[in-house]
């Protein structure tokens, strides 16, 4: 009697830690709940970036194409996603150099977005945009660019920033 009472107790109890260790603990955290706990810098797991804009001659010889480029700081890998929001500089409603807007005189006026190239383009990182408006010849107007690193759902790892700006003479 004594056996078969040890026997079922045995039983009981294995069949209880088999089953309270097929699963999570319902009293751990869970991976999910704790990243909220995390500090943001954490969370996102970014890397600072170099943000680099150029211009490119168009095919039609008129305006010109703004060239902005976005990769990682140290290992110079170029951004496989992102946004680059272009803007150019202005006084009033009038585009002027870029010295105008990092004096404070001028602001930043947003011309558009495009989305960066991811590899394997021979212009990966690249973002790149037409500026049609053909000014007189001799005008010289600064542009620069956005860059956020989110984009279709994806998160590049490069820190959103913003290029230093530069001035193109038409």
Not at 10 to 29: H, M, N, Y
Not at 69 to 81: D, K, N, R, T
Not at 82 to 92: E, H, I, L, R, S
């Amino acid at each position: 009697m004594f056996q078969l009472k040890l026997a079922r107790v045995v039983v009981i109890l294995f069949g209880a830690s088999a089953f309270a260790c097929s699963d999570r603990s319902p009293v751990a955290p869970q991976p999910e709940a704790t990243l909220g706990l995390q500090p943001a810098a954490i969370q996102a797991q970014t890397v600072a970036g170099t943000y680099l804009a150029s211009f490119r001659p168009t095919g039609s010889g008129l305006g010109v194409v703004l060239a902005g480029y976005v990769a990682e700081l140290v290992s110079g890998a170029p951004a496989e996603s992102g946004t680059a929001t272009f803007q150019f500089c202005a006084v009033g409603n009038t585009p002027r150099p870029s010295a105008d807007c990092d004096s404070g005189s001028g602001h930043w006026v947003r011309w558009g977005s495009t989305h960066i190239i991811p590899p394997p383009s021979t212009n990966a990182g690249f973002a790149l945009m037409t500026y049609d408006l053909v000014p007189t010849p001799g005008t010289t107007i600064g542009f620069r660019f956005r860059y956020i690193g989110q984009s279709r759902g994806e998160k590049s790892g490069i820190a959103n920033g913003v290029s230093p700006s530069a001035d193109h003479t038409f």
